[in-house]
């Protein structure tokens, strides 16, 4: 059974960053294709970043790739999201799934105010 539980949101003023991480388990498959998805009030949830570990190719949302870093430690079946100069916009609940949207976890606040 597949379980992904993400740890590392907060509140942070404008300009900070955060790292968010999922915790990963359960694939009887080494390869697939993890990331983060966020939801912010009254609006669809949208795909952040995916990370394949196969190739540990990526794909950003173009509005966020210059800020947002998505990594992963193969040793701890870690997932990260590396966020730096967090906008107002940017406040969500951010959920770390699998990129095909079949496994999520139970997301992560983020709330970027000062």
């Known amino acids: 059974q597949v379980q992904l539980v993400e740890s590392g949101g907060g509140l942070v003023q404008p300009g900070g960053s955060l790292r968010l991480s999922c915790a990963v388990s359960g694939f009887t498959s080494d390869y697939y294709t993890i990331g983060w998805f966020r939801q912010a009030p009254g609006k669809e949830r949208e795909v952040v970043s995916c990370?394949?570990?196969?190739?540990?190719?990526?794909f950003y949302t173009a509005s966020m790739k210059d800020r947002f870093t998505i990594s992963r430690d193969n040793a701890k079946n870690t997932v990260y999201l590396t966020m730096n100069n967090l906008k107002p916009e940017d406040t969500a609940l951010y959920y770390c799934a699998t990129c095909d949207r079949s496994h999520w976890g139970q997301g992560t606040q983020v709330t970027v105010s000062s």
């Open positions: 990370i394949n570990t196969k190739d540990d190719s990526t």
